[in-house]
């Protein structure tokens, strides 16, 4: 249960979790685990309802956009999972050049 109308919801593009967006009483972004659906985190700062929100290309960050014409940027989903592991780096010019003849 939410506890008030939920505006929006965004899934986690790296972990099995759901963002929710809400309006009044508490204004707030809360984070769930799926397919449990315990909630493991609220984020707050919005002083009116939160309208919508958007993912980064990453899927880590996410901009809220609320009622009172803020917007906010959380820090929801970590660290994506192609930054985990740096690429191994080449330096000679085209090494990764296919020939196809």
């Not at 984070?31 to 707050?44: D, G, R």
């Not at 906010?72 to 690429?87: D, H, L, S, Y």
Request: glycine share 6%.
């Amino acid at each position: 249960d939410t506890g008030s109308q939920v505006c929006s919801l965004l899934w986690s593009k790296n972990e099995r979790e759901l963002l929710s967006s809400h309006g009044f009483t508490q204004n707030q972004l809360t984070l769930w685990k799926y397919p449990s659906m315990v909630k493991m985190a609220e984020l707050t700062g919005h002083t009116s309802r939160v309208l919508y929100m958007a993912q980064s290309p990453d899927g880590c960050t996410v901009a809220s956009a609320a009622g009172d014409e803020t917007l906010r940027f959380w820090n929801v989903f970590g660290v994506p999972e192609v930054a985990k592991t740096a690429p191994k780096v080449n330096r000679e010019p085209f090494s990764q050049l296919n020939r196809i003849r």
